[in-house]
């Protein structure tokens, strides 16, 4: 199978239902997220092309970002949504904004919330909190959300995260670490 055609097949019938309701069922545990990218990593190997090489090679090659990092993204268009209104507020999740927070990041930061028990801190509403009050003004005042979206994925370009799934997300968009060749 030539490239060309398995990004075509592997977006139009794998990927999308991997990626169905992830706001909802997103993992979080390390064994969970080997476990959803083992279902890319088996499919990358389809290519005859690449099947020697590592996954983040092929990855790199094909230029398909990791599901984790589809996750944190697909998560980061919600929350735009949210924010500006593009769902009925009576079913969005409330956001509480951050009023006093006006140093680094943008003027729509939200507020950050502390729990007793670990299973809330997985929630959407909270585990998004860090990365949305990261983002610069210039992403977050975008007027649509495909330019939202294009905006986010120049910001994230050189994330580690975007081709290594055991990397985490850092806080500029710029990689902290030799980039990836």
Known sequence: MDEHTFILLYKSMVR???????SVWCP??????????KIQKRATKRVIKLKNKSYID????LNLPTLKYRCLQGDMIEVFKITNNIYDTTV??????NER?????????????SFHYD??????????????????????????????????????????V???????LTGSGNRSEEVIK
Do not use: M
Not at 16 to 22: P, T
Not at 138 to 153: C, G
Not at 163 to 168: G, L, Q, R
């Open 16 to 22: 999308r239902h991997v990626k169905f309701a992830n």
């Open 58 to 61: 092929r990855l790199i090659y």
């Open 119 to 160: 299973l809330r801190k997985h929630f959407f509403s909270a585990c998004i909190v860090n990365i949305w009050n990261s983002l610069p003004n210039s992403i977050v005042d975008a007027y649509t959300v495909n330019a939202f979206k294009a905006r986010l994925d120049k910001f994230w370009q050189h994330q580690l």
């Open 92 to 97: 969005a999740p409330d956001l509480i904004f």
């Open 101 to 113: 927070a006006n140093t680094r990041g943008n003027h729509y930061k939200l507020q950050n919330h």
């Open 28 to 37: 979080y545990k390390i064994g969970d997220l080997k476990e959803i990218e």
């Open 162 to 168: 975007k081709f290594d799934f055991t990397a985490n």
